[in-house]
């Protein structure tokens, strides 16, 4: 069975260690929540499995493409979408997404019917020829989900994807990430929201102290935090988080 | 491991925890401190100090000489008025214009502005310490330039000159509040973007009329210019007219000064109050939402090539750059003389030879500035490096865009050299090309300061990029000016 995401060894570290000796999986189709306390070193774990960060040591596949060896075939499988928007203020969210097909070498016809699709989609259509200097939080996230979409990557690395979104908005993005992830796509997420990775993710894992602490379905992680079936995944993740810090 | 202690005085800044928190002392050294952090010179390159060190010392040096050459010139005191006058009215342009800039930044960089209103602090303070900062900001480079020439002609018997540290941030000062002034108003009329390039509008007529009025002896008969300039000079009658008052107050008369410091600091004052309260309740931010003009359309251009969509990107962000026309008319400027000497107007040094070395320096300085829009504009340079794209596409595509953008304004200059000197054209092809490839691959790596940095974020942009940038466009003009005429003339 092809994986969507092989993480073996993997090892960072800065000033200090930050990540030791990680190991992750994740299956297309899956939803993948990656959480963890500020400074668990989960923005750095994406970073690598981006292609932005070179790893100390350790291997990162995506869908059986080593990410250290073969970065532009690994590149062009994944979407990137970090905490900050990579956004133009100058470009209006149209430029921004031809600019985007452009580097991901989507077929111009294609791009610009899915260009179309897209705005009209998360709202923007109205908006697709103002410069994106103006726009709100929400519309720069939603132009950079964007441009995330359009080159219909089989596997997107989200670092808090729905900071900034009012409620529909993020109902809208949830909603489209869940059809992606069912139509194979395989999905890492970093989220403070926890009720957001409860609801969304098929698998979390905890990372703390540069390795996973815990790692399962929702259910798995009551179990293992001791925890009724009523406990929220907020309940799980204090419990397990602050044990671990014992 | 510990710094030696005279290195702090460079990378230190005036600390705010001296001042009681709150209080205006403590806001502006706060303001100081977040000014010198971002500063050019300190934020981008430790080593700049050194460049920068050895450049001002060879301005006073200069400063000197011209002092020395003066020290016996008694110029009459008419004569001296209207020189004072003229430069302040120039400097006043040119400070408005820097004001403008600043002010649009003050008044509606929002992140800035609801930082500190949210704070306690009251917002008179908050909007005093802001005008404050513009005025230190706009007078600083006229007071380092100003001040070598003052302090030189204090050395050589003129201690007057030194007024001109006062007159300096008293022109600044009424800059800024013209400026906060104005800016509310274009702003609510035009939008932020439209009264930006007011502002550089501004810059750029008062130096087209400074390099016009330069150039006066070559189009205007001498007779007339006598005229002129006879017309200008007050007389026995009016010397003390109070439109003579500042450049009397810039030679150092004492009364003078004391009342251009006080009408300054009332001006300041009053255009402070006048507006602390709009500023505090939102009115001027919000008058912002009012007026941009409508957006630009476009339809979608999509290419399937990286190389070809990353340029097409660059050559956006150059062209909304609000400084774009501007700034190359500037630089352009020099083409000024090409053009009087190559229609055979003027005849300057070794005659048309003179061209060549002026189009590849004018060659350099807009590779230099283009590639330093791309670049310093490049807000989300992870974007390409998550894509599947070589590293080297950015670099490509930074130098395609800004080359060609040099291209298409150097165009019409060469061929005119083409039509006048033809056999000059390979001397001027090939040192265009090295000069124009070394600026690009200098200002894709030191780009200069262009953009004003957003609040929480540091200024791209170097210093050292400029002063590298300047010498490898006078190496390579030089190297022109051997190749086109190979015989030194007698000095």
Not at chain 2, 46 to 59: A, E, K, N, Q, T
Not at chain 2, 154 to 173: D, S, W
Not at chain 2, 195 to 223: D, K, N, W
Not at chain 2, 414 to 430: F, T
Request: net charge positive.
């Amino acid at each position: 069975m092809t994986v969507a995401l092989t993480v073996r060894g993997l090892c960072k570290s800065f000033t200090k260690p930050v990540i030791q000796n990680l190991d992750l999986t994740i299956a297309p189709g899956e939803v993948y929540a990656l959480l963890g306390p500020n400074g668990a070193g989960k923005t750095t774990t994406l970073r690598m499995i981006a292609g932005l960060l070179k790893p100390d040591a350790g291997t990162i596949a995506v869908f059986g493409t080593d990410v250290i060896a073969a970065p532009l075939q690994a590149k062009a499988q994944m979407a990137w979408l970090p905490d900050e928007p990579l956004l133009y203020d100058k470009l209006s969210p149209l430029e921004y997404l031809e600019f985007v097909a452009g580097l991901w070498q989507v077929e111009p016809a294609r791009a610009a019917s899915r260009a179309d699709e897209l705005l009209e989609t998360l709202g923007l259509w109205p908006h697709r020829h103002e410069r994106c200097e103006g726009f709100s939080r929400g519309m720069k996230q939603k132009t950079v989900l964007a441009g995330a979409l359009i080159h219909a990557p089989k596997f997107f690395i989200l670092d808090e994807p729905l900071t900034g979104l009012d409620a529909a908005a993020a109902k809208l993005v949830k909603a489209i990430l869940m059809e992606r992830a069912a139509a194979g796509a395989a999905i890492i997420i970093t989220t403070h929201i926890l009720e957001v990775a409860e609801r969304l993710a098929t698998r979390i894992g905890i990372l703390s102290g540069g390795g996973l602490l815990a790692e399962g379905s929702f259910a798995q992680l009551q179990a293992q935090a001791g925890k009724h079936e009523n406990a929220t995944l907020e309940d799980v993740f204090l419990h397990l988080t602050s044990t671990a810090h014992v | 491991m510990k710094m030696p202690r005279w290195k702090m005085y460079f990378y230190t800044s005036p600390a705010p925890h001296m001042f009681k928190p709150t209080s205006f002392s403590w806001l502006f050294a706060h303001e100081i401190n977040l000014l010198w952090r971002n500063s050019i010179l300190i934020r981008t390159s430790r080593h700049v100090i050194i460049p920068v060190i050895f450049v001002g010392v060879v301005f006073q040096a200069v400063a000197l000489g011209i002092a020395y050459f003066l020290r016996g010139q008694n110029f009459s005191l008419p004569v001296m008025i209207v020189a004072a006058n003229i430069n302040l009215i120039f400097l006043f342009g040119l400070m408005l214009s820097r004001a403008m800039t600043s002010a649009i930044d003050v008044l509606y960089a929002r992140g800035d502005a609801d930082f500190l209103l949210a704070s306690p602090i009251p917002p008179v303070r908050i909007l005093a310490v802001r005008m404050l900062g513009v005025t230190a900001s706009v007078a600083a480079p006229w007071m380092l330039l100003t001040g070598v020439l003052a302090n030189a002609f204090a050395i050589f018997g003129k201690p007057q000159a030194l007024a001109a540290y006062i007159m300096i941030p008293m022109e600044a000062a009424v800059a800024t509040s013209l400026a906060f002034l104005l800016v509310v108003v274009l702003v609510s009329k035009l939008g932020p973007r439209q009264a930006r390039r007011v502002s550089h509008s501004l810059a750029l007529v008062v130096g087209v009329v400074i390099f016009a009025l330069g150039q006066a002896p070559h189009y205007i008969p001498a007779s007339s210019l006598r005229g002129l300039w006879l017309a200008l000079m007050p007389n026995d009658q009016n010397i003390n007219a109070p439109i003579w008052l500042p450049a009397r107050a810039m030679l150092g008369q004492a009364i003078p000064v004391l009342i251009i410091c006080t009408l300054c600091t009332g001006f300041f004052l009053a255009v402070l109050f006048g507006r602390a309260k709009q500023y505090a309740d939102g009115t001027i931010s919000a008058a912002s939402y009012a007026g941009d003009s409508p957006p630009q359309r476009d339809n979608g251009h999509f290419r399937q090539a990286p190389l070809a969509a990353t340029m097409l990107k660059n050559l956006r962000i150059l062209l909304r750059f609000p400084g774009l026309v501007t700034q190359t008319v500037y630089r352009s400027l020099t083409l000024v003389p090409v053009l009087m000497i190559l229609t055979g107007r003027v005849a300057i040094g070794t005659g048309p030879e003179v061209v060549v070395p002026l189009l590849v320096f004018l060659t350099g300085q807009l590779a230099l500035f283009f590639v330093s829009i791309i670049t310093g504009g490049d807000q989300a340079p992870e974007l390409l490096a998550s894509a599947p794209v070589l590293a080297a596409t950015g670099r490509k595509a930074a130098y395609a865009a800004a080359g060609y953008a040099s291209l298409v304004v150097m165009a019409l200059p060469v061929i005119g050299v083409l039509l006048r000197q033809g056999g000059h054209l390979p001397a001027l092809l090939a040192c265009m090309a090295g000069c124009g490839l070394s600026n690009l691959i200098l200002g894709q790596r030191l780009p200069i300061p262009l953009y004003r940095p957003a609040f929480g974020k540091t200024q791209t942009g170097t210093v050292l990029g400029l002063i590298l940038g300047v010498s490898a466009s006078s190496v390579w003009a030089l190297l022109a000016w051997l190749l086109v005429v190979p015989q030194l003339p007698h000095l």
